[in-house]
């Protein structure tokens, strides 16, 4: 059974950091690439970064609402992608989902609340 567990969400101050965690079963992990989304209230899924394979061709995206304050990474040992936010800013604000879609799959995890508030 494939699980996709996130946790590290809360309630944050503007300019505030937190990190996500999102740690993966049933799959081999270091054969997929993982990727955040986030769904603010009355919005649609965005995609906030990706991170593919490890190896020569491997790389990350980023979303340019998040470029410069958010880094994604990925532990193979731990089966493990995180999500660290730093300066966060009101417009964060949502429910942060670790995924990974390919032509034959499409793995969720239930979501993680990031709220960013005075």
């Known amino acids: 059974q494939v699980q996709f567990v996130e946790s590290g969400g809360g309630l944050v101050q503007p300019g505030g950091s937190l990190r996500l965690s999102c740690v993966v079963s049933?799959?081999?992990?270091?054969?997929?690439?993982m990727s955040w989304y986030r769904q603010a209230p009355g919005k649609e899924h965005e995609l906030v970064a990706t991170?593919?394979?490890?190896?020569?061709?491997?790389?990350?995206i980023y979303a340019d609402s998040v470029k410069g304050r958010f880094t994604i990474s990925r532990d193979n040992a731990k089966n493990t992608v995180y999500l660290q936010m730093n300066s966060l800013k009101i417009e964060d604000t949502a429910v942060y989902y670790c995924r990974s879609l390919g032509r034959t799959y499409d793995y969720w995890g239930q979501g993680t609340q990031v709220t960013v508030s005075l």
């Open positions: 049933g799959i081999t992990f270091r054969d997929y690439a």
């Open positions: 991170i593919t394979t490890p190896g020569p061709d491997g790389r990350t």
